[in-house]
């Protein structure tokens, strides 16, 4: 019997990629044979960083991981998930407040699409209050984000971020 390999797709704005997000992808890679991150334009939000940024700083966080590659689309979740042959995606939930926009999600990707699950990764405690967006403010106004982003990409996003005010 020929093994299928489960291939997990990790979607998000990631503007930018912060140590949350690293938490996911990394115990993503240790439930899925291939974790692809997939930085999805969200024609709601206005980002920071552009696509290519994103991308970039993200490839560098996950340099060396084995089964995690970088990825991005513009376009519907499933359409992705369903060219790639995905079977789930996979999001980190943090507190309630997450819950009822990732329920939704969850539901309207299902109904678009049966056979994909999407697969809810409770974030770890230490992360419970970190978003892109906390990175945003602090580094804007020249705080330390040493704890909240990865370590390789850490002076790229001061250095970016410091250009904003
Ligand atoms: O990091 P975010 O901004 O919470 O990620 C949200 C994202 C990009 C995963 C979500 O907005 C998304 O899936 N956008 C693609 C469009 C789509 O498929 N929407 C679902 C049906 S309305």
Do not use: W
């Not at 819950?99 to 699409?113: D, G, R, T």
């Amino acid at each position: 019997m020929e093994l299928k390999e489960r291939i997990a797709v990790v979607p998000g704005s990631f503007d930018p990629i912060t140590k949350g997000h690293m938490d996911i992808i990394r115990r993503a890679q240790t439930l899925f044979d291939r974790v692809i991150v997939l930085v999805v334009v969200n024609a709601q939000k206005n980002p920071c960083f552009s696509l290519e940024e994103r991308v970039e700083l993200i490839k560098a966080s996950v340099q060396g991981i084995p089964g995690v590659e970088v990825d991005s689309y513009d376009g519907l979740l499933v359409d992705y998930v369903k060219q790639v042959g995905a079977g789930a995606i996979v999001k980190g939930l943090r507190a309630v407040s997450d819950f009822e926009y990732e329920f939704q999600m969850a539901l309207i990707n299902k109904e678009l699409y049966h056979q994909v699950e999407t697969v809810f990764l409770t974030t770890s405690a230490e992360n419970q209050y970190l978003s892109s967006s906390v990175v945003k403010q602090i580094a804007s106004f020249g705080g330390d984000i040493h704890l909240f982003v990865p370590e390789q990409v850490h002076d790229r996003i001061v250095e970016r971020l410091s250009k904003i005010r």
